[in-house]
């Protein structure tokens, strides 16, 4: 075998190849290896550089220079930003001429660090300069730290010494086993390669080539290994790309605001609730602690606790200013760590204006009510009182305090219905009682009850129904109820000799009945607020007429219950024009 010109043949190719392989492959790595270590020396460099920046701002530049250098075992240069030299560890630094045009220096004025590779001119040695300042303090120093260059050559040299060692003995021992191996397995091998190389590029389920199958052995189930993995890894894949778009998708979707925090409070993501709620970019937002955009006392104190509390906590700020004022609730979960081994909190952005405006306005109805209430419970206890003090053997006395005892009684009796039909309007917004029916029967119907009292009070009633059946889907007891008010006030408040015309009109797909009087009319300024609870124009006078405050609220209602509108037009003094627009049926 020996003898085999073949063999020899073989032989000579693989060493030939072996050798051009190793020689190609030392050439390459060194090229490599030297950028790699001169790249390492660099940021050694700028790590001991920022370190000694660090103890010279902190111990505010009273440090030994001397003793800085030794730590960071390189020479070290305090340098003025003009360039002035204020102290070398391996020279005299007012010997020494402006370092400003220096590459180093100039790089870190602009950038905070700059790095430079040449012959010193004070050493006259090769050396790695590394410079760093604070950019944004015009009055920080710059400190430089160099290095000879020999440290790393020397490096360089002893690895390179160590591959030619290892390159002959690779030679050597490759010489042997070359022509064995190569014939034997470098097709199957490169086949599988080809496979692997098809994952890396997202092929996971791309079949793997069955050639190399010749080879026998155990190449082919390695083969069908790879190929089950391939697809395995396809499906867990388009599972987990599956996963990612619903997750994204509901981020995006979702009401309330999502933000990711870091320990520090830099926002690594934020969805688009956060960034409509904040009234910020997902740019201004990401990568920044959050605190730089949000300058609120509650947030620093949020940030400050996340790394420290093991439940969710919350706070709740205003933004904004006036009208446009909002209140945001933000909740934090205690800190979780990623698959990444990163540490993250989640913080959700809730809008709480609706929730503080609702409290508000629960808070005024119920001291309105407390107030309402009040004024007829303490006539009626005083006036009992006065009974039970006497007056009541009093014939003449009796009589007109019994008739006052009753209309408070009355009073709070239709103030406490009132209330009652509120709650019900502003409850359950769905209403089964509902029926189509014509408004013109409908408001007939109510403004026949008042034709007795309008002739007493002297007033002129007018009725204007539509030209033809105007029919509507209504709950009959409720919109009589608010015609009933809009009548009653518009009789209530048109003095003797006056006019109250009440008319139903079509226009296109809507119904409109109105109400005008020719009465005392509601200043300008008072006419936006008619609609609220328990506002009064002139309470005196309302409560003397049997006002409640609630009437005009309850038409409203009642109005917008319907899928409908309430308008008001009044001039002081005129009179008023009240309009009920509801749709058609």
């Given at each position: 075998?020996?003898?085999?010109?073949?063999?020899?043949?073989?032989?000579a190719?693989?060493?030939f190849?072996?050798?051009?392989f190793?020689?190609?492959s030392?050439?390459?790595i060194?090229?490599?290896?030297?950028?790699a270590?001169?790249?390492?020396?660099?940021?050694?460099?700028?790590?001991?550089?920022?370190?000694?920046?660090?103890?010279?701002?902190?111990?505010?530049?009273?440090?030994?220079?001397?003793?800085?250098?030794?730590?960071?075992?390189?020479?070290v240069?305090?340098i003025?930003?003009?360039?002035?030299v204020?102290?070398?560890?391996?020279?005299?630094?007012?010997?020494m001429?402006?370092?400003?045009?220096?590459?180093?220096?100039?790089?870190?004025?602009?950038?905070?660090?700059?790095?430079?590779t040449?012959?010193?001119?004070?050493?006259?040695?090769?050396?790695?300069?590394?410079?760093?300042?604070?950019?944004?303090d015009?009055?920080?120093?710059?400190?430089?730290?160099?290095?000879?260059?020999?440290?790393?050559?020397?490096?360089?040299?002893?690895?390179?010494?160590?591959?030619?060692?290892?390159?002959?003995?690779?030679l050597?021992?490759?010489?042997?086993?070359?022509?064995?191996?190569?014939?034997?397995i470098?097709s199957?091998?490169?086949?599988?390669?080809?496979?692997?190389?098809?994952?890396?590029?997202?092929?996971?389920?791309a079949?793997?080539?069955?050639?190399?199958?010749?080879?026998?052995?155990?190449?082919?189930?390695?083969?069908?290994?790879?190929?089950?993995?391939?697809?395995?890894?396809?499906?867990?894949?388009?599972?987990?790309?599956?996963?990612?778009?619903?997750?994204?998708?509901?981020?995006?979707?979702?009401?309330?605001?999502?933000?990711?925090?870091?320990?520090?409070?830099?926002?690594?993501?934020?969805?688009?609730?956060?960034?409509r709620?904040?009234?910020?970019?997902?740019?201004?937002?990401?990568?920044?602690p959050?605190?730089?955009?949000?300058?609120h006392?509650?947030?620093?104190?949020?940030?400050?606790?996340?790394?420290?509390?093991?439940?969710?906590?919350?706070?709740?700020?205003?933004?904004?200013?006036?009208?446009?004022?909002?209140?945001?609730?933000?909740?934090?979960?205690?800190?979780?760590?990623?698959?990444?081994?990163?540490?993250?909190?989640?913080?959700?952005?809730r809008?709480?204006?609706?929730?503080?405006?609702?409290?508000?306005?629960?808070?005024?109805?119920?001291a309105?009510?407390?107030?309402?209430?009040?004024?007829?419970?303490?006539s009626?206890k005083?006036?009992?009182?006065?009974?039970?003090?006497?007056?009541?053997?009093?014939?003449?006395?009796?009589?007109?305090?019994?008739?006052?005892?009753?209309?408070?009684?009355?009073?709070?009796?239709?103030?406490?219905?009132?209330?009652?039909?509120?709650?019900?309007?502003?409850?359950?917004p769905?209403?089964?009682?509902?029926?189509?029916?014509?408004l013109?029967?409908?408001?007939?119907?109510?403004?026949?009850?008042?034709k007795?009292?309008?002739?007493?009070?002297?007033?002129?009633?007018?009725?204007?129904?539509?030209?033809?059946?105007?029919?509507?889907?209504?709950?009959?007891?409720?919109?009589?109820?608010?015609?009933?008010?809009?009548?009653?006030?518009?009789?209530?408040?048109?003095?003797?000799?006056?006019?109250?015309?009440?008319?139903?009109?079509?226009?296109?797909?809507?119904?409109?009945i109105?109400?005008s009087?020719?009465?005392?009319?509601?200043?300008r300024?008072?006419?936006?607020?008619?609609?609220?609870?328990?506002?009064?124009?002139?309470?005196?006078?309302?409560?003397?007429?049997?006002?409640?405050?609630?009437?005009?609220?309850?038409?409203?209602h009642?109005a917008?219950?319907?899928?409908?509108?309430?308008?008001a037009?009044?001039?002081?003094?005129k009179?008023s024009?009240?309009?009920?627009?509801?749709?058609a049926a």
């Amino acid at each position: 075998m020996w003898r085999s010109r073949l063999l020899w043949r073989l032989l000579a190719v693989n060493i030939f190849a072996v050798l051009a392989f190793v020689a190609v492959s030392q050439a390459y790595i060194e090229l490599n290896l030297r950028q790699a270590l001169r790249a390492e020396a660099m940021a050694d460099l700028e790590s001991r550089a920022r370190l000694a920046f660090m103890a010279l701002r902190q111990a505010g530049g009273q440090v030994d220079l001397n003793e800085v250098g030794r730590r960071a075992d390189a020479r070290v240069t305090l340098i003025r930003r003009d360039g002035v030299v204020l102290a070398d560890t391996d020279a005299d630094g007012r010997a020494m001429e402006s370092h400003l045009q220096r590459l180093e220096i100039q790089q870190a004025l602009v950038n905070g660090v700059g790095m430079d590779t040449r012959i010193g001119q004070t050493l006259r040695r090769e050396m790695d300069y590394v410079a760093v300042t604070d950019p944004k303090d015009a009055d920080a120093p710059l400190l430089r730290v160099a290095r000879p260059t020999e440290v790393t050559n020397a490096r360089l040299n002893a690895m390179r010494q160590g591959l030619l060692a290892i390159a002959g003995a690779l030679l050597i021992v490759g010489s042997g086993l070359a022509l064995f191996a190569t014939h034997l397995i470098r097709s199957p091998i490169e086949r599988l390669r080809a496979a692997a190389e098809g994952m890396t590029e997202g092929r996971l389920d791309a079949p793997v080539a069955t050639a190399a199958r010749a080879a026998g052995g155990d190449f082919s189930e390695l083969e069908a290994a790879l190929h089950s993995v391939g697809v395995q890894m396809r499906q867990r894949v388009n599972e987990l790309e599956g996963q990612s778009r619903e997750l994204a998708s509901i981020m995006e979707n979702v009401s309330d605001g999502l933000l990711l925090v870091d320990p520090q409070g830099e926002v690594a993501l934020v969805n688009r609730a956060a960034t409509r709620l904040l009234g910020l970019s997902a740019a201004q937002l990401e990568g920044k602690p959050l605190w730089q955009n949000l300058r609120h006392p509650e947030i620093h104190d949020l940030l400050d606790t996340l790394r420290e509390v093991d439940r969710p906590s919350s706070v709740k700020m205003d933004l904004g200013a006036g009208a446009s004022t909002r209140t945001l609730e933000i909740v934090a979960t205690p800190m979780f760590e990623t698959a990444e081994g990163e540490k993250r909190s989640v913080l959700l952005v809730r809008d709480r204006t609706e929730d503080r405006r609702l409290e508000q306005m629960r808070r005024d109805f119920v001291a309105d009510v407390s107030h309402e209430l009040k004024t007829p419970l303490t006539s009626i206890k005083a006036y009992v009182e006065t009974l039970l003090d006497g007056a009541m053997d009093d014939v003449e006395a009796r009589g007109p305090f019994l008739e006052k005892i009753r209309n408070n009684a009355e009073r709070l009796t239709k103030l406490v219905s009132d209330i009652l039909d509120i709650s019900r309007l502003e409850g359950s917004p769905t209403d089964d009682a509902r029926q189509r029916m014509d408004l013109n029967l409908l408001v007939e119907r109510v403004l026949a009850q008042f034709k007795e009292r309008a002739e007493r009070r002297r007033v002129t009633l007018e009725w204007v129904p539509a030209a033809a059946p105007a029919f509507a889907v209504v709950n009959d007891e409720d919109l009589s109820e608010a015609v009933e008010n809009l009548i009653d006030n518009a009789v209530k408040y048109t003095p003797e000799g006056g006019k109250v015309s009440v008319s139903v009109s079509t226009h296109d797909d809507r119904h409109e009945i109105a109400v005008s009087d020719t009465g005392i009319g509601i200043p300008r300024e008072s006419l936006p607020r008619v609609f609220e609870r328990f506002f009064r124009v002139d309470k005196a006078r309302s409560r003397a007429l049997g006002g409640t405050g609630l009437g005009l609220s309850i038409v409203k209602h009642v109005a917008l219950r319907h899928g409908g509108r309430i308008d008001a037009d009044s001039e002081l003094g005129k009179g008023s024009v009240f309009r009920i627009s509801l749709p058609a049926a």
